[in-house]
């Protein structure tokens, strides 16, 4: 490729890089900021500030609230082959209890397991003197294992879809071991309402009121579950009973967003899917006069009775919320319920005043190191030594503009990776020049030395930066927030400093060497 095009592409670049590398340096004061991109550079959580939190899940309750599930589908299951299944219940998380009424009904369960529910084994089955038989069946180790790293998985993407939501610019949300997530939240400076969105479980369920039921009572009726409910917006004493099966779940709702009624009371409106607004409209048809209990997270928010069959797919959460309140209750209806409780294991806040601590001696580093080098190629390699120079302020700029056309997050490891570029961007001249010089003291011409030193260094040069980014490369893949950090502006500023020290110095010094003539160059 000639001279000429070798410039023009370099100053192509620069421009480019100037665009995408000015947003971070403006921020969003200038009136430059309309026609600039808007990604920018971001701060993590060491310079910027804000929360740490590693969260438990408890995916043993996902596992027994699967089995409960499957407890109730195989009851109807049962009913659909005309034998009936009573009272389906879990014991200690792990094993489902019931009851057949005729001992002659145990084979037909058994054909009905391996048929429909081969993720179940049977336990023990104990025939009593009535003519019952009691049956336990429990899940299979690989299907414990499977439904936990399933719960594991779901509440990592629940969570993320949540802080997503929540508006939070390049958090870093992880697994870890021991059923554990790691939540990295650079620039949040209200940790209580974060953590109140990142751990509420969110189960929403629409359940009949049971007018008839007496709560005085100290036992209640099958079928019936007693659950607080909140009035005026608070949790009082005051329990309603409901019918325990939920006629409908938050599973089945596709959107929801908070809203004001005429008195400007904030309420949470929201839209079902198709099937869920198949089985609302249904449900409220036959049940004109009834009362229906909205519960989520197994409290009672409101309890309004059913005028009239509702179509549309549509319905409402109301109780006396905050207009933040009903955000941020939407915001976790949106992105799903939690399939397991979570548990704030630990909680950090990380303040600004340490991160701009950070951002100064970070940057005092960078300026020191960045002025020695300077400094030292200008005497040792003269008029070379600037170009060295001026190349490597030219890959900062490539390094910061691709840094935030990527929206990149600059950690204090990545920092310290801006600081190794800066030798490695020197190192690839300092091998291009000790080239050259070979060159000339062997007779070559100014010219000719310049190319061949440029052709000889280049492949050593390529070698070692191509495992650099390999090096690089894994360490994004398998480390953790700031290690990442490191991977990343290591990784622009290898290629960087490679397109720099090989293709636009070499470009300069052969229109340099071309007309220097008897004079040479100074290297």
Request: proline share 3%.
């Given at each position: 490729?000639?001279v ?10 620069f421009?480019v890089?100037?665009?995408?590398a ?5 921020g969003?004061?200038s ?31 996902a ?22 299944v ?15 009424t ?24 104990v ?18 294992e499977?439904?936990e ?7 990592l ?16 949300i992880r697994?870890?071991?021991g ?12 940790p209580?309402?974060?953590v ?26 099958a ?6 409910y909140?009035e ?17 779940s ?7 967003r ?21 089985i ?18 197994d ?15 549509r ?21 799903g319920?939690?399939p397991?409780p ?11 005043s ?5 951002i100064d ?9 960045a ?10 390699y ?11 302020c030219?890959t ?5 503009a691709?840094?935030g ?11 310290a990776?801006?600081?190794l570029?800066?030798?490695?961007s020197?190192d690839?001249?300092?091998l291009i020049?000790?080239r050259?010089?070979e ?5 070559f ?29 894994i ?12 991977a990343v ?7 960087a ?27």
């Amino acid at each position: 490729m000639g001279v000429r095009w070798r410039l023009a592409i370099a100053v192509l670049v620069f421009l480019v890089s100037l665009v995408y590398a000015l947003p971070t340096f403006l921020g969003g004061e200038s009136s430059l900021s309309a026609i600039l991109p808007s990604s920018r550079v971001n701060l993590g959580l060491d310079l910027r500030g804000g929360i740490h939190l590693t969260l438990g899940v408890d995916v043993a309750k996902a596992v027994s609230n699967t089995l409960a599930i499957l407890g109730q589908d195989l009851r109807r299951q049962a009913q659909e082959e005309r034998f009936a299944v009573l009272r389906p219940r879990v014991i200690g998380g792990t094993v489902l209890d019931f009851i057949l009424t005729r001992a002659e009904h145990e084979e037909k369960v058994r054909q009905l397991l391996d048929k429909h529910y081969p993720q179940l084994t049977p336990d023990s089955f104990v025939r009593a003197e009535n003519g019952q038989v009691r049956c336990t069946v429990r899940f299979t180790d690989q299907e414990v294992e499977r439904l936990e790293s399933m719960a594991l998985e779901q509440a990592l993407k629940t969570i993320r879809n949540r802080i997503d939501q929540f508006g939070v610019a390049e958090p870093d949300i992880r697994k870890q071991a021991g059923n554990r997530i790691q939540i990295q939240l650079p620039g949040v400076s209200d940790p209580k309402r974060a953590v109140q969105i990142i751990g509420q479980t969110a189960h929403l369920e629409f359940h009949l009121v049971r007018e008839d039921v007496d709560l005085e009572k100290t036992v209640l009726p099958a079928g019936v579950i007693a659950l607080p409910y909140q009035e005026k917006g608070e949790m009082g004493d005051r329990k309603l009973a409901i019918e325990k099966d939920a006629m409908l779940s938050g599973e089945d709702v596709e959107d929801a967003r908070p809203a004001f009624d005429q008195m400007n009371q904030a309420y949470v409106s929201l839209t079902f899917n198709s099937r869920g607004g198949r089985i609302f409209e249904k449900v409220t048809g036959e049940n004109v006069g009834r009362r229906m209990a909205i519960v989520l997270d197994d409290k009672i928010y409101s309890a309004p009775v059913i005028r009239e069959r509702i179509g549309g797919g549509r319905a409402s959460i109301s109780g006396s919320f905050t207009t933040e309140e009903a955000q941020d209750l939407a915001i976790v209806l949106r992105a799903g319920s939690l399939p397991a409780p979570v548990t704030v294991l630990e909680e950090r806040t990380v303040g600004p005043s340490l991160g701009k601590e950070s951002i100064d001696s970070g940057i005092s580093a960078s300026l020191v190191g960045a002025a020695l080098v300077l400094g030292f190629m200008a005497i040792y390699y003269g008029a070379s030594g600037l170009i060295a120079d001026g190349m490597l302020c030219f890959t900062l700029l490539i390094l910061l503009a691709g840094m935030g056309a990527f929206g990149a997050t600059l950690t204090l490891p990545g920092i310290a990776g801006i600081v190794l570029t800066i030798g490695m961007s020197v190192d690839a001249n300092v091998l291009i020049y000790e080239r050259i010089r070979e060159e000339l003291r062997a007779g070559f011409s100014p010219f000719a030395a310049v190319r061949a030193g440029f052709d000889r260094a280049a492949i050593t040069i390529t070698d070692s930066n191509l495992t650099t980014i390999i090096t690089a490369v894994i360490l994004y893949q398998f480390g953790t927030g700031p290690v990442r950090g490191f991977a990343v502006t290591l990784s622009l500023g290898i290629i960087a400093s490679m397109f720099t020290a090989i293709f636009v110095s070499r470009a300069l010094f052969e229109c340099w060497a071309r007309n220097a003539g008897a004079r040479g160059i100074s290297i």
